[in-house]
């Protein structure tokens, strides 16, 4: 068995190794004779005297005493300062991950806050104008529609997919629009487009496209508006096949 060897071991003579591994020494005390069990700890206890009133070998030299308790100190001070290292990597480690959660989740950033009260408000508007009950608006899936209606706020999110060239979603922020100044005002985005027109040239690729992202927030947030215009616009999921035309059923 391989023994690790410290200053404190060059004073006593091993009489029986140990069965396994991590049992006691049978140890004998080259100064004074005493066998003992014991480790490294216990040999140096027996040496130098132990903190709690110990009384130490009563034969060992003042110089080997002296000797070891500067090596015992030194040692100490190694494993203290592994010991901070550690604390210090592990401290700093916790707070980056902190520091980087933070700067990676919207949610924790204050314009994303301000901006999710105004979709709540917006979302309540509607359904108060919609007739529904102040219960409904105040109880119902209303409030966890705002943590998915958030990231809507942000003007790129919400005209993502409908064939917005970035330049002009680029001159819209200009004009200080954002996703909310669309769903805060769907009852008057005929009016929004006419006030972009003047501003910026809109194909009517990107016309539509602004219509198409409007209708597809309305639809899946269940908002019932009163504008009959809203509904002349085409669903941008529904696709008619090429060639097919639609045919009109009159009722009896």
């Not at 003042?62 to 100190?73: G, I, K, P, T, V």
């Not at 529904?132 to 005209?159: C, E, M, Q, R």
């Not at 669309?182 to 009852?187: L, Q, T």
Request: charge should be positive; include cysteine.
């Amino acid at each position: 068995m391989v023994r690790v060897k410290g200053g404190e071991w060059g004073h006593v003579l091993v009489v029986k190794e140990p069965a396994k591994h991590g049992m006691a020494w049978h140890v004998k005390c080259t100064h004074c004779g005493k066998v003992f069990q014991g480790n490294a700890m216990r040999i140096r206890s027996h040496l130098l005297g132990h903190p709690e009133k110990v009384s130490g070998c009563p034969a060992c030299p003042a110089e080997a005493r002296e000797e070891l308790r500067l090596s015992y100190l030194a040692k100490s001070q190694v494993e203290r300062k592994n010991r901070q290292n550690r604390s210090f990597k592990a401290s700093r480690t916790s707070h980056q991950r902190r520091k980087d959660a933070q700067q990676g989740d919207p949610m924790l950033d204050p314009k994303h806050t301000e901006e999710k009260l105004a979709v709540e408000q917006a979302l309540r508007n509607m359904a108060f104008q919609a007739g529904l009950p102040v219960n409904y608006v105040n109880h119902s899936a209303i409030k966890s529609t705002v943590s998915d209606t958030g990231d809507l706020a942000d003007l790129d999110f919400f005209l993502d997919g409908f064939g917005i060239r970035a330049e002009t979603i680029g001159k819209i922020k200009e004009m200080g629009f954002t996703g909310k100044t669309f769903m805060s005002n769907v009852d008057e985005l005929l009016t929004l487009l006419d006030s972009i027109k003047q501003h910026c040239h809109l194909t009517l690729g990107e016309e539509w496209g602004i219509k198409g992202a409007a209708k597809k927030w309305q639809k899946g947030h269940g908002i019932i508006n009163s504008q009959t215009e809203l509904e002349k616009w085409p669903d941008p999921e529904f696709k008619s096949a090429p060639g097919c035309k639609e045919e009109v059923l009159s009722l009896p």
